[in-house]
């Protein structure tokens, strides 16, 4: 395996995982009032993006990270929806920053 | 142009620009306390790597998106120990997750 490949799925495997302590966090508080919605939005957006650039090259490890940077961006914006309902009820929208 | 250039440069944007709304959010209510440093030290780990990444592969977008994502990222963890250290005092640690 290249050198390059192996920096690659590091980097990928480190930002990836990155969310996973967010996720942990979030769900041992059931708080994320400090959490902008628009940074999973925008996160879900761009690894949409970026898993159609990885099956347009083919490269099996941009396809991988970005399948699980989606879930687990996915996993935070509705536990976002869940705590803030949940704290002030219906009438709280996601859509505030 | 490439098409998978195009799409990789607008995933780029796109993800590298999630961290904003963060920044502003925090700006806005000096609160990280929802915010894991976990999530910054782990992106801040991933970008260095993805940048050295994008140095072997003599990627611009990729160098440049982690440029920006790593200065976002770093901005994040330094407002994060500012905030905290101003609401708790210097017992309050940026260690605990």
Redesign the interface.
């Known amino acids: 395996m290249l ?2 490949t192996i ?2 799925m ?10 996973i ?2 996720i ?3 769900y041992r ?1 059931k ?6 919605p ?6 879900i ?3 949409s ?2 898993l ?2 990885g099956i ?2 083919a490269d099996p490890v941009i396809i991988v990270a970005n399948i699980l940077a989606l879930a687990f961006n996915m996993t935070l914006l509705l536990m976002k929806l869940i705590y803030s309902r949940r704290r002030y009820g219906r009438s709280s929208s996601i859509h505030a ?1």
Not at 31 to 36: N, Q
Not at 38 to 43: I, K, R, V
């Open positions: 050198v390059d920096i690659g590091i980097a990928a495997v480190l930002t990836t995982s990155s969310f302590p967010q942990f966090k979030a508080s708080s994320m009032d400090d959490v902008s628009y940074l999973m939005l925008l996160f957006a761009g690894a993006m970026w159609v650039y347009f090259k920053q």
